[in-house]
């Protein structure tokens, strides 16, 4: 069975099934992993450093919340904390 097949054949199975097929992809991943000699691991991280450069440039995704510095985010203060807290105890003692 090809990838593509897999991938199209996966909706169609139970999540039971889904979960078992995920666990041995991973399991495999990590035997492989371990397989790897010092020189492959570290072309293996150069390749992931190369690959996120993008993510870490000025309008990547990893820096949406930068425009978020020097913002004030939303205070709730002490009432609505002990609010929340009354709120809780109540829930815990029913």
């Known amino acids: 069975m090809e990838t593509p097949e897999i991938l199209q054949a996966l909706p169609n199975l139970s999540v039971s099934d889904r979960l078992m097929i995920a666990e041995s992809a991973l399991k495999l991943v990590l035997q492989e992993q371990q397989s790897l000699t010092q020189d492959e691991k570290k072309q293996q991280l150069a390749l992931a450093a190369i ?44």
Do not use: C, M, Q
Request: net charge negative.
């Open 51 to 94: 690959t996120a450069i993008s993510d870490y440039a000025p309008d990547g995704e990893l820096n949406v919340f930068a425009d978020l510095k020097g913002e004030d985010f939303y205070d709730y203060g002490d009432e609505d904390l002990n609010i929340k807290y009354l709120l809780i105890k109540r829930a815990i003692a029913w």
